[in-house]
Protein backbone atom coordinates (compact mmCIF):
# COMPACT_ATOMS: atom_id res chain seq x y z
CA UNK A 1 0.00 0.00 0.00
CA UNK A 2 1.31 3.77 -1.21
CA UNK A 3 1.22 6.43 1.54
CA UNK A 4 -0.02 10.01 -0.31
CA UNK A 5 2.76 11.90 0.19
CA UNK A 6 2.96 15.40 -0.89
CA UNK A 7 4.65 16.55 -4.03
CA UNK A 8 6.75 19.91 -4.85
CA UNK A 9 3.91 20.24 -6.87
CA UNK A 10 0.99 20.68 -4.97
CA UNK A 11 0.66 23.94 -3.31
CA UNK A 12 -0.30 23.80 0.29
CA UNK A 13 -1.08 26.83 2.21
CA UNK A 14 2.58 26.35 3.80
CA UNK A 15 4.32 27.17 0.48
CA UNK A 16 2.03 29.31 -0.69
CA UNK A 17 3.79 32.35 0.65
CA UNK A 18 7.23 31.16 -0.84
CA UNK A 19 5.35 31.41 -4.25
CA UNK A 20 4.48 34.86 -3.38
CA UNK A 21 8.22 35.83 -2.53
CA UNK A 22 10.94 33.15 -1.71
CA UNK A 23 12.30 33.54 1.51
CA UNK A 24 15.94 34.70 0.50
CA UNK A 25 14.20 37.75 -1.59
CA UNK A 26 12.29 38.41 1.27
CA UNK A 27 15.51 38.65 3.70
CA UNK A 28 17.09 40.51 1.26
CA UNK A 29 14.06 43.04 1.33
CA UNK A 30 13.49 43.32 5.03
CA UNK A 31 16.86 45.12 5.31
CA UNK A 32 16.39 47.50 2.36
CA UNK A 33 12.47 48.25 3.89
CA UNK A 34 14.60 49.55 6.55
CA UNK A 35 16.77 51.96 4.44
CA UNK A 36 14.18 53.40 1.85
CA UNK A 37 10.68 52.93 0.81
CA UNK A 38 9.62 49.91 -1.02
CA UNK A 39 7.56 49.91 -4.58
CA UNK A 40 3.45 49.38 -2.79
CA UNK A 41 3.51 45.87 -4.81
CA UNK A 42 6.44 44.68 -3.20
CA UNK A 43 5.40 46.07 0.28
CA UNK A 44 2.20 43.99 -0.16
CA UNK A 45 3.93 40.45 -1.30
CA UNK A 46 6.58 41.12 1.27
CA UNK A 47 3.69 41.76 4.32
CA UNK A 48 1.90 38.58 2.47
CA UNK A 49 4.63 36.68 3.18
CA UNK A 50 5.50 37.71 6.78
CA UNK A 51 2.08 37.48 7.56
CA UNK A 52 2.95 33.28 6.49
CA UNK A 53 5.93 32.37 7.32
CA UNK A 54 7.61 32.70 10.63
CA UNK A 55 10.73 32.71 10.11
CA UNK A 56 11.18 35.47 8.03
CA UNK A 57 8.81 37.51 10.57
CA UNK A 58 11.15 36.66 13.44
CA UNK A 59 14.28 38.00 11.54
CA UNK A 60 12.71 41.03 10.74
CA UNK A 61 11.98 41.15 14.52
CA UNK A 62 15.32 40.46 15.22
CA UNK A 63 16.66 42.95 12.41
CA UNK A 64 14.50 45.45 14.33
CA UNK A 65 15.57 45.16 17.47
CA UNK A 66 19.32 44.99 16.84
CA UNK A 67 18.71 48.79 14.86
CA UNK A 68 16.85 49.52 17.41
CA UNK A 69 19.76 49.29 20.01
CA UNK A 70 21.97 50.54 17.31
CA UNK A 71 20.02 54.16 17.09
CA UNK A 72 19.52 53.88 20.85
CA UNK A 73 23.32 52.46 22.24
CA UNK A 74 25.54 53.80 19.19
CA UNK A 75 28.83 53.07 21.29
CA UNK A 76 27.79 49.58 22.21
CA UNK A 77 27.63 47.96 18.72
CA UNK A 78 28.91 48.42 15.31
CA UNK A 79 28.21 46.84 11.84
CA UNK A 80 28.41 47.40 8.16
CA UNK A 81 24.96 47.92 8.23
CA UNK A 82 25.41 51.20 10.71
CA UNK A 83 24.71 54.31 8.50
CA UNK A 84 27.18 56.54 9.96
CA UNK A 85 30.07 54.47 10.74
CA UNK A 86 31.66 54.24 14.77
CA UNK A 87 34.17 57.00 14.79
CA UNK A 88 37.70 55.22 14.31
CA UNK A 89 38.82 54.72 17.80
CA UNK A 90 35.91 53.11 18.84
CA UNK A 91 36.32 50.62 16.21
CA UNK A 92 39.81 50.23 17.49
CA UNK A 93 38.41 49.44 20.54
CA UNK A 94 35.88 47.34 19.20
CA UNK A 95 38.13 45.02 17.06
CA UNK A 96 40.80 44.68 20.13
CA UNK A 97 37.47 43.51 22.25
CA UNK A 98 36.88 41.13 19.90
CA UNK A 99 40.37 40.02 19.11
CA UNK A 100 40.96 39.34 22.84
CA UNK A 101 37.65 37.15 23.14
CA UNK A 102 39.27 35.34 20.28
CA UNK A 103 42.20 34.06 21.89
CA UNK A 104 42.53 31.66 24.13
ZN1 LIG B 1 9.98 33.29 4.53
Redesign the pocket.
Known sequence: MTEPISTPSQTSPDRL??LI???NE?VKLISEAMDRPLPLGTQLRLRV??LM?D??ARYRQQLQSIRETLRTHPDQLTGPQRPTGPSSETRERLIEAMRKRQQP
Open positions: HRLPCVHLCAC
